[in-house]
């Protein structure tokens, strides 16, 4: 009876401490967009992990944003089944930034893994174009254009396919995406998040709190 009682007490315990929680959350894979590097998520990484999160569930990386967001899209295909196989998730969250929301969404829709992906986390993606993209002219850049080829085969019919959970935040003092609610995704989460600049929505406080509820 006594060693029922202690168990008991020790399961309890367990439910109470923020790492355990978080050890049933899936692994993250951050995305970010054009012109950064993976070092954009490194305030949002200390606060997951400050949550409970380990580090090794955090993962990001950097890619030649000036390339296709096709070529991405298969460099994100490797990573998540890289992390999938090393840690037994049967899923993984993928939060973006920017551009990077592009090439998840085609990794997800167009190489077919939506049941690999758990909660998809938008900040500031160009998801139906952006006119600041008219003055870049690399590949990722015309792709990112308003009614670019790419865009249109990305959104034609459902824009949020599959049992992935959608999330956006988008911000009406974000002067890179044009117009604003480009972010906003038909079957998605929609968030405004106040007057956050395009940046900032990666290391913004209220935002983190939202995203960190949406994906535990």
Not at 95 to 107: C, E, K, N
Not at 166 to 194: H, Q
Request: overall charge negative; glycine content about 8%.
């Amino acid at each position: 009876m006594r060693r029922k009682l202690v168990a008991v007490a020790l399961a309890t315990a367990a439910l109470l401490v923020p790492g355990a929680l978080a050890s049933a959350a899936d692994p993250i894979l951050f995305v970010h967009g054009w012109s950064e590097s993976g070092t954009v998520w490194n305030t949002m990484i200390g606060n997951f992990e400050r949550e409970g999160w380990r580090r090794e569930e955090l993962n990001n990386f950097s890619y030649r944003t000036s390339q296709s967001n096709v070529t991405t899209a298969r460099d994100i295909e490797s990573r998540v089944a890289t992390i999938r196989r090393n840690t037994g998730a049967a899923k993984v969250d993928i939060i973006t930034h920017s551009m990077g929301g592009l090439s998840s969404r085609y990794y997800i829709k167009t190489l077919r893994h939506e049941r690999d992906v758990d909660e998809w986390v938008s900040l500031g993606g160009p998801n139906h174009g952006t006119t600041t993209a008219n003055f870049c002219f690399e590949t990722s850049c015309v792709e990112m254009r308003p009614r670019s080829a790419f865009l249109a085969a990305l959104n034609e019919g459902d824009e949020t396919p599959g049992e992935v959970n959608y999330g956006t935040w988008w911000s009406s003092c974000d002067s890179i995406i044009n117009p604003d609610e480009s972010v906003i995704l038909a079957g998605a989460r929609n968030t405004e998040a106040g007057c956050v600049e395009h940046i900032a929505l990666t290391s913004d406080a209220t935002v983190f709190r939202g995203v960190k509820e949406f994906v535990r």
